[in-house]
């Protein structure tokens, strides 16, 4: 799979109400544009604001390494569209809640055009791109994440996708080539798969 060519942005800070979050305007949407760790941890800042209620729509303009969530709290998920751009987001995330990933939680979000590198380590429900999903669109993404899971209860993994929700999953284009590390628990039911880990009943998966 091959990430399409870069978008060469022209931010306007008009747009931002505050002048060191650059905006741009693409097909009728306004994205908050990412070149570094600043403006990621701004864009996580205004996730958590939006609590779900509005989009937060963002485009990346520079590859990133970060260690910090996106949609946390819980009950604050990321909900909006993600470009990558063709960009690669290097990760570093480890702690011992569930549905640790670059994405903790996400709702009816869509995310594109993206790589993912580096490690997330938690308990379980953890996921290369998303943790915790409802209702989540990811178009033309590669992982290459290593996510581990170590918990008593048993262990839930996924390339993409750790915990979703009762809701529609749809991957397209999606190429997984990190790993996967369960510590073995002969106790408790253990999961992995490539694209996702665990679905509750009722959920539907698309991948192609």
């Known amino acids: 799979m091959l990430l399409p060519m870069l978008m060469v942005l022209i931010p306007n800070t008009a747009w931002a109400s505050d002048p060191n979050d650059d905006t741009v305007l693409l097909d009728g949407v306004s994205y908050h544009v990412l070149r570094n760790l600043d403006d990621w941890e701004r864009f996580r800042q205004l996730v958590?604001?939006?609590?779900?209620?509005?989009?937060?729509?963002?485009?990346?303009?520079?590859?990133?390494?970060?260690?910090?969530?996106?949609?946390?709290?819980?009950?604050?998920?990321?909900?909006?569209i993600f470009n990558g751009n063709g960009h690669t987001l290097n990760v570093a995330i480890e702690g011992n809640g569930y549905y640790m990933a670059p994405f903790h939680y996400v709702r009816n979000a869509t995310i594109t055009d993206l790589h993912v590198t580096g490690y997330v380590y938690g308990t379980k429900h953890n996921g290369g791109l998303c943790g915790f999903c409802d209702d989540v669109t990811i178009e033309r993404c590669w992982v290459s994440t290593t996510v581990k899971s170590e918990d008593p209860d048993g262990h839930f993994v996924g390339g993409f996708t750790g915990h979703t929700r009762k809701s529609h999953i749809t991957i397209t284009d999606g190429v997984f080539d990190g790993n996967l590390i369960i510590i073995a628990n002969d106790k408790y039911d253990n999961f992995a798969g490539a694209f996702f880990g665990w679905g509750e009943d009722g959920v539907t998966w698309d991948a192609t």
């Open 48 to 80: 958590e604001e939006a609590g779900g209620d509005s989009d937060v729509n963002a485009i990346m303009d520079a590859d990133l390494s970060v260690t910090t969530m996106i949609g946390v709290p819980d009950r604050k998920p990321f909900r909006g």
